[in-house]
């Protein structure tokens, strides 16, 4: 049985259609994404699944429970760590962390989860006065001090600078290592494709495909990109005969060659039979990004 | 879990450092200022046979409650709001009704405090009297209080900010000050002005609270009245209250 069971979710705020149809199930133990531009309808579809909101139409349950009839029960096995939400700006880390574990029956050591969380320096730091990243890995830790079995983090990363947000990934790396189910929203293909096993792509309120990182960008775009720069010119025909080449364009002193799959190889070998040897050669594979736009017909921003 | 709610608001009120100093000190300034003025502590013709200190140790009730009504109620529960406070609460297994009753129980607290503190500082440093009439008192600082953190749960209710919050609490503090007799004593306001001062929330609790000091019988019309607004904003506000 999934952990999440998510059944042609529907919501509107008024006039406005803010989820058409979204249905997607969440596996026990992986860290599902939700990806899509802003305004897709990610924040409105977690907040359902959170019982946060009634939806409108369609069926939500998380570990068998009804978002909207169980939210007692529901709360306490579930971590939500809400898109900019902040704390009272005088309240030290350590204090918030102790209040909010004492809301649960069993919650999880505050001591460990400080350690953790990189935030053992800052335990008598009030929140007002951490930096963006820190006050984020509070909240990552506010949603986990109940000890969940459920995570949903929504859009944990943006405002962070890189570094922190490497940071904050492996974090939740280890967090999915101790066993929660997570459910990541986000609108960094970056951090769909390291961090997610499994994704949901949402655009304009509905889901337009879910599959792995991996599986996403074979299904729309399965070829590949070799480039470089000849050392001596050569006719096109020798590229173009091979059964792997798709397609050759010159640009300037440059050549790019799409293709299937061995196109690196037949390439090189064919370069090399006739002695000419590639510079800058760069093989470029789909990203995310071009799966993306496939999907949903424009790029994520 | 509503102590340990209570007691941590507590701790932030504290940490505010202004605001309680504010709350505490203000009315306590009022008091001496005036208490030591010569004749303070004889009975005023002008003040309703008050003497000066008596008048003011009312009046200082009369501003704490409306600085903790008026203005800091709404703009710290808008806040909390604003921030999210309150949404992340809902994630958890206690209401965010909680942190709201909390915050309640703390501006009360503080309220008690300030009347405990100017009784006794006015009738040790100036001999005035405890409240004569104390179940009266009771009851003026009490239907005080309701009517206005009443009205200042209206202002969280509907400000959309914590800014909106706070220019919509100032905009009631200072004609609340104003017709409740605060800046001019209602006895030397001009009839009409004090006929509707009377009935606003602050001059109703400034007048039965001084009735009660001075062994007055307060006027039921003015229970009445106070009752009213306490219960017609609150009904009000938990209608309107918006979490997030």
């Not at chain 2, 958890?92 to 006794?120: F, H």
């Not at chain 2, 919509?168 to 004593?185: A, D, E, K, M, N």
Request: charged share 20%.
């Amino acid at each position: 049985m999934p952990v999440i069971d998510v059944r042609n979710l529907h919501k509107r705020y008024g006039a406005k259609v803010a989820v058409e149809d979204v249905s997607f199930t969440v596996d026990e133990g992986e860290i599902f994404g939700i990806l899509g531009p802003n305004g897709a309808g990610k924040t409105t579809s977690v907040e359902c699944v959170a019982g946060l909101r009634t939806p409108d139409r369609g069926t939500v349950s998380v570990l068998g429970l009804d978002p909207r009839r169980d939210r007692a029960e529901l709360t306490r096995r579930l971590g939500v760590q809400l898109q900019a939400s902040r704390l009272q700006d005088r309240m030290k880390v350590r204090e918030a962390l102790e209040l909010y574990a004492s809301f649960y029956p069993r919650p999880a050591d505050t001591d460990r989860l400080i350690e953790e969380l990189g935030l053992a320096d800052q335990r008598d730091t009030r929140f007002g006065r951490l930096s963006g990243g820190q006050q984020q890995r509070v909240s990552i830790a506010l949603a986990l001090v109940g000890d969940p079995k459920v995570a949903i983090l929504d859009e944990l990363t943006t405002g962070l600078d890189p570094q922190a947000r490497r940071d904050t990934w492996q974090l939740i790396e280890g967090v999915r290592d101790r066993g929660v189910t997570i459910v990541l929203v986000t609108h960094f293909m970056e951090e769909a494709e390291h961090l997610c096993d499994r994704l949901a792509v949402i655009d304009a309120g509905r889901v337009v495909a879910v599959d792995t990182p991996a599986g996403l960008v074979a299904r729309v775009a399965p070829e590949q990109r070799v480039r470089f720069r000849p050392s001596v010119p050569f006719d096109d025909h020798l590229l173009r005969d091979l059964p792997e080449v798709l397609t050759v364009t010159k640009t300037g002193g440059q050549i790019v060659v799409t293709g299937t799959d061995g196109l690196l190889q037949a390439v090189t070998s064919v370069l090399a039979r006739n002695q000419i040897i590639a510079a800058d050669l760069r093989v470029e594979q789909s990203s995310l990004d071009d799966a993306f736009i496939a999907l949903t017909g424009r790029p994520i921003d | 879990m509503l102590v340990k709610l209570t007691s941590m608001e507590l701790k932030l009120f504290t940490r505010e450092i202004i605001l309680p100093a504010l709350i505490l000190l203000l009315p306590l300034a009022l008091l001496l200022g005036f208490g030591y003025m010569p004749g303070a502590n004889k009975a005023q013709h002008n003040l309703g046979g008050q003497t000066t200190a008596e008048y003011m140790a009312a009046l200082g009730v009369g501003i704490a409650l409306t600085i903790l009504g008026l203005s800091i109620l709404p703009a710290t529960l808008a806040s909390y709001r604003e921030k999210g406070v309150l949404r992340r609460m809902a994630t958890t297994p206690v209401r965010p009704a909680y942190l709201l009753i909390a915050q309640l129980l703390l501006y009360v607290a503080v309220a008690i405090a300030n009347v405990v503190m100017l009784i006794i500082a006015a009738r040790v440093l100036f001999g005035t009297h405890v409240p004569e009439r104390f179940p009266a008192f009771i009851v003026a600082v009490v239907l005080g209080i309701g009517a206005l953190f009443g009205i200042g749960l209206v202002v969280a209710a509907v400000a959309p900010s914590a800014k909106a919050g706070n220019a919509i609490g100032l905009v009631l503090f200072f004609p609340s000050l104003f017709l409740g007799g605060v800046y001019i004593p209602r006895e030397q306001m001009p009839p009409a002005l004090r006929a509707v001062g009377d009935y606003t929330p602050l001059g109703a609790t400034l007048k039965t609270m001084r009735d009660a000091w001075m062994g007055t019988e307060p006027r039921l019309a003015q229970f009445a009245i106070m009752a009213a607004y306490a219960v017609v904003a609150g009904l009000a506000a938990a209608k309107l209250f918006r979490w997030e």
